[in-house]
């Protein structure tokens, strides 16, 4: 079987590298023409891949296109390989964006010869890797699911309708990427007033099982200062989604200007999240 991996970022790389030792796998990224394409080529023959020339060239003969994006460029790439797609290939779109976003891109998709597959990715990719959970919607969900389970991902058959596993992805963002950023902005202030210590020890008290004394805090916030761009991206098709059913969005929104905002601190200092490894809260929210 081959497959085409279109988006080669951290989760397209970890699928390229996790699938070659059970199918063909061809990659291709914009990157790849740019002054990252050396990089990029590298990590393509170290994980035993193949860069594509292009986009179509990456599509030629795929059995599963898997659409691995950033949330502003998902539905680009879906209008960009509905002309290119043949009967009988599958487009996974695995991408973090609204319900609408999803059918319109199935309707690009639709009006050439490919499958459209809605693919909602409902935890980080690193650690579990393939194991990570897969909700499929579509007509062939079933079919995508069980090709899926084959290669070894952990993917179920939820709907056969575009649009419902991404609902349920964008409502769970929600509290996901606002529970990150809420934390961020408590702790924040918290360390800036001398009082952190004493929050987190109300808050451990308050939910005891969640872990606020150990690595909890740690971990949300080292998930805005490294994804924190993505994130936000993300969070703009949460405000969609929400605003869709009329939802104001308003908790949604703000979280999305934290997210943005924590690694813009960073960027305007010179700051990588590689800088701030190994990561701890304190030292990180201190050099900013």
């Not at 200062?225 to 009329?246: F, S, Y």
């Amino acid at each position: 079987m081959r497959i085409a991996i279109v988006g080669f970022g951290e989760a397209g790389q970890i699928y390229a590298q996790d699938l070659a030792s059970a199918a063909e796998v061809r990659v291709w990224d914009k990157k790849f023409l740019t002054h990252q394409a050396g990089h990029l080529q590298g990590l393509a023959a170290q994980f035993s891949v193949r860069p594509a020339r292009s986009l179509a060239d990456a599509l030629d003969g795929a059995h599963l296109v898997l659409s691995l994006v950033t949330a502003g460029n998902a539905l680009d790439v879906a209008e960009e390989a509905a002309p290119l797609l043949l009967s009988g290939q599958f487009f996974l779109d695995f991408n973090s964006v609204a319900p609408e976003t999803k059918r319109a891109a199935a309707g690009a998709i639709a009006a050439g010869a490919g499958e459209y597959l809605d693919v909602a990715v409902m935890a980080p990719v690193p650690p579990k890797r393939l194991a990570t959970p897969l909700l499929i919607g579509g007509q062939a969900a079933g079919y995508a699911a069980e090709t899926l389970h084959a290669l070894g991902c952990n993917a179920r058959a939820t709907s056969d309708r575009i649009g419902d596993v991404s609902a349920i992805k964008m409502c769970r963002s929600v509290m996901i990427k606002g529970l990150e950023a809420l934390t961020t902005e408590c702790l924040s202030a918290a360390q800036q007033y001398g009082v952190a210590e004493a929050v987190l020890a109300s808050l451990h008290a308050s939910f005891p099982s969640l872990g606020w004394n150990e690595q909890l805090p740690h971990y949300l916030i080292s998930r805005v200062a490294e994804h924190g761009v993505r994130r936000a991206e993300e969070m703009g098709e949460v405000v969609k989604t929400l605003q869709h059913v009329g939802v104001s969005a308003a908790m949604s929104y703000a979280t999305q200007q934290v997210q943005a905002d924590l690694p813009a601190r960073m960027a305007a200092q010179g700051l990588r999240y590689s800088d701030l490894m190994p990561f701890v809260w304190q030292d990180a929210l201190d050099r900013l």
